[in-house]
């Protein structure tokens, strides 16, 4: 009786050692008592020989936007994990190689659950958190059974994605378990209508420490497991699970009792069957808003909206036709990020960078935020920046000679020599007065000069040196040396070996015309605005660089004087013994004031004279 009874309880239950259920979920060690662990290959106590694990980065830099493959994984792949490194705007779709689509298909983008495909079930992953930076993913047990391609949907800069899975090793074979340490009743077989113990793979066998327990016979059972209903539908629509659910009842009367009353090792393991499978109603899948199309001001942003049903765990793209009786989102939309930010001119034009001739005028143009604040140029549009500098044309420049002060050496150390200066032809940018050109009359260069009488004496005599061969900076000139005998005479040249005695001076040097520093330059004295009774006349002082440039490196004090008074004398007025009156009524030609017309000023000389420097004393006293 203890027989028949096993025979018909056994086909329910799960796999049983010692009395007592073998759950898959349990660890090798758990079963097994082994101290072994399972490896990354599943295999109890193995040593990752099994498999393959594969596991990469996909980092390869994109441009176009839409599908891009970034990883294939082959056929039997299990433990399969594709992440995303960082959330992004992107998205990760999945495609079998014979051409179906499993996740994020046709530019729909699928929310979020699990997906049936090659095989396997991948349960899909997108956070949405507004906090959480996790991308999304793909996760899959496996294997597969063909070839998974996995691609990215490019619409920005990507953070990378990782990818891992495992391949079985070829020619791996798994470790058997030990006979003696084999569950009984692993597998049962149906014959004749009865199951027995026995045919499976692995026979039922009593562990050499462990006694069979006996059973009780049949007729002796008072409760049994029952089939007693279904838990709810997973799903209203589209496909849903429901599992068996059993209970304990008399055996007799067949009424539900507590289930402690029955022997749980015996109790059969739940049974998963679909239900609800007709459609879901189909419905308006919304997608996420693109980015603005501008940064600031007023934009448009856009995103998909897609008719879709469920059907079989899949969601499925349908005509829009049937989601006519719900009201269709709307696809664009205005958008604006920030207020633009705006051009100002912050200065009026300066005035220009030369007094004559073109140069360069400028003003501080800069990009304003909708508060206030200065920000960088890239802020604001750049083709509608106003110019911040212009040329400007100030007029032909005037042009004169100017020179420097003599300079204190005098070429000889005694008698006669001479001393120089620097003579240019600039062009005018200050001076006020209508100065010419600088004409053919070059002014002096060298001046004479005496340091006072020599004495009778032999020496080495050095002419003036040559010119610079550098206007700037070093360089080389020459000088001519002779040997000369000085007396109040005169010069006597005498031959080279009479100033044998005496160190001959070098006829070569280095020279720095300018330490490449500033000196002042002025022109001659302009003529004098009055030529009597006191006036004035101008130059013009310019303080330039060794390039000749307008330079501010000149020492203020040693500046010479722009202006200075002239013609101090006082004016003396010319006699003329031919002029008189011809008419003895000439004060009446004054008082008409007639003297302006050469008949009246000629026959009335005297009085008409005397009227003009009377006027003229009054304007000078002014």
Sequence with gaps: MLSAFVLLVLPSLQMHVLGKAWPQSLGCDEFLGTGKVMDKCGVCGGDNTACKVVSGTFKHTL???GYHKIVEIPEGATKINITEMIKSRNYLALRSRSGRSIIN???????????????????????????????????????????????????????????????????????????????????????????HAGAGRYPPQTPNNKFPVPQPPRHQREHNWKLVGFTDCSASCGKGTRYTVFGCVHRATHEQVTDSLCDSAFRPSTQAEPCNMQPCPAFWDIGEWSECSRTCGLGMQHRQVLCRQVYANRTLNV???????????????????????????????????????????SREVRCVSN???????????????????????????????????????????????????????????????????CGQVRPPEAQACNNGPCHSRIEWFTGQWS??????????????????????????????????????????QSCQLKACGAKWYHTDWSACSKTCEGGFRVREVRCLSDDMVPSEGCEAQ?????????????????????????????????????????????????????????????????
């Design 371 to 437: 508060v206030g604040d200065f920000v960088t140029d890239e802020e604001c549009n750049m083709k509608l920046r106003p110019n911040d500098v212009e040329n400007c044309d100030m007029g032909a420049c005037a042009k004169s000679w100017f020179f420097t002060g003599w300079g204190s050496q005098c070429s000889a150390e005694c008698g006669m020599g001479v001393r120089t200066r620097s003579v240019l032809c600039l062009t005018n940018q200050i001076s006020s007065l209508p100065l010419e050109g």
């Design 105 to 195: 298909g046709n530019y729909a983008i699928d929310r979020p659950g699990k997906y049936e495909g090659v095989g396997t079930m991948f349960t899909y992953r997108r956070p949405n958190e507004i906090r959480s930076t996790a991308g999304e993913s793909f996760l899959a047990e496996g294997p597969t059974n063909e070839i998974l391609d996995v691609y990215m949907i490019y619409q920005q800069p990507h953070p990378g994605v990782h990818y891992e899975f495992v391949l079985p090793a070829e020619n791996a074979v798994s470790p058997q378990v030990p006979l003696d340490r084999r569950p009984s009743g692993n597998t049962l077989h149906s014959q004749g209508g009865h199951e």
């Design 63 to 65: 441009t176009k936007v």
């Design 467 to 508: 010119q610079c061969s550098a206007e700037c900076g070093l360089g080389s000139q020459q000088r001519e040396v002779v040997c000369l005998m000085m007396s109040d005479e005169g010069f006597t040249v005498l031959p080279p070996y009479e100033c044998s005695s005496l160190d001959r001076p070098s006829s070569q």
């Design 319 to 361: 005509q829009t036709s049937r989601c006519h009786h719900l009201e269709r989102p709307e696809t664009t939309s205005t958008c604006q990020l920030k207020i633009c930010s705006e051009w100002q001119i912050r200065t009026d034009w300066t005035t220009c960078s030369v007094p004559c001739g073109v140069g360069q005028k």
């Design 558 to 622: 040693l500046r010479p004087e722009e202006r200075d008074a002239c013609s101090p004398d006082p004016c003396v007025p010319e006699i003329d013994e031919n002029c008189g009156d011809k008419y003895f009524n000439c004060n009446v030609v004054v008082q008409a004031r007639l003297c302006v017309y050469n008949y009246y000023k000629t026959a009335c000389c005297a009085s008409c004279m005397r009227v003009s420097r009377k006027q003229s004393g009054h304007r000078g006293r002014r």
